[in-house]
């Protein structure tokens, strides 16, 4: 299977194009960066520009779509220009797939969009739940709701197969420094102290990037064609332990600041991931103390490979 992966240079995108390629398919990186292996073939395509999308994909089977504006600072900051990339770009995606008669869309999608559940806070959460327009969410929120809409919206209209992948909080090697655990270890090195937004008790299940990417596997099975399904890791975890357990692994011992919570901030909800366990065989192996084992490490390590390229230019 010939298989193209939008944003494959990224974090979980290129953890995608691993597991693919360790599946046995043939993968094509649609990014403006170089895939990070020889074997990964490479366009770069842009999401917004529909013709070189059309050309790009043309030949594949399926397009996994991980390509978007994810921190929600950057999407604070532009918000115009977060909606063109994740909704208008989606849009070019699933018309590009429609064109070529690509056989699947898997849509990155996030349990974020449960911070528009119109269920009590202490529910348990799950694809059938339904969503309040009205609610208190993030702009980032909404592009995803808009791009899973849309993939809906295309399967009705024109017959464009999809399964959307709603992740967890992903973490692991390979992250973004703007994520909370590299922002976290940068800190403690430093002797900085470690900020935490509001009290530090909103929670996520945080799920191993490579766990992750198995379920991207999985989700090619035909019984995942229009579907949704929640990838989600299996341990409640505040940000207060992530900032504690960075500290120990790390060996800091500066003290952790609180700040003023931010507006329309997800809070963490109870999902459920029952479903792809049952339909797709999926759930997370890595548990999060062994996942940071791993993570703490390599973001070290890559720090002192930047400082040193710094200090060779």
């Not at 739940?129 to 993939?151: G, I, Q, W």
């Not at 035909?222 to 790390?250: M, R, W």
């Not at 600041?257 to 797709?280: C, H, I, N, Q, T």
């Amino acid at each position: 299977m010939r298989a193209a992966v939008t944003g494959g240079s990224g974090f979980i995108g290129s953890h995608v194009i691993d597991a693919l390629i360790a599946a046995g398919h043939d993968v094509v990186s649609l990014d403006p960066r170089r895939p990070h292996r020889p074997d990964a073939a490479h366009a770069p395509a842009d999401i917004r520009d529909l013709p070189s999308l059309i050309e790009a994909t043309a030949g594949c089977n399926v397009i996994f779509h991980l390509a978007a504006v994810a921190d929600v600072n950057d999407v604070a900051r532009d918000p115009v220009g977060a909606i063109e990339l994740n909704v208008g770009g989606t849009a070019n995606v699933l018309e590009a797939a429609r064109r070529n008669g690509v056989k699947r869309v898997v849509l990155a999608s996030t349990v974020w969009v449960y911070s528009s559940a119109a269920a009590p806070e202490n529910a348990v959460v799950d694809e059938a739940t339904p969503f309040a327009v009205d609610a208190n969410r993030h702009v980032y929120t909404s592009s995803k709701l808009a791009a899973e809409m849309l993939c809906h919206d295309c399967w009705n209209a024109y017959q464009v197969p999809f399964t959307v992948l709603r992740y967890g909080i992903p973490y692991g090697p390979r992250m973004r420094p703007a994520l909370v655990i590299p922002i976290f270890v940068r800190k403690a090195l430093a002797g900085e102290a470690l900020t935490v937004a509001g009290d530090g008790s909103q929670h996520r299940k945080f799920v191993y990037v490579e766990d992750l990417a198995r379920a991207h596997v999985l989700a090619l099975d035909e019984k995942a064609a229009n579907q949704t399904y929640n990838v989600d890791g299996t341990e409640k975890i505040t940000i207060l332990q992530i900032a504690e357990t960075v500290l120990h692994l790390t060996g800091s011992e500066r003290p952790i600041e609180f700040m003023p919570a931010r507006g329309g901030d997800y809070a963490g909800r109870e999902v459920s991931s029952e479903k792809a366990r049952r339909e797709l065989g999926w759930q997370p192996e890595i548990n999060f103390e062994e996942g940071m084992r791993r993570t703490v490490p390599w973001i070290i390590d890559s720090l002192a490979e930047g400082a040193e390229l710094s200090a060779r230019s």
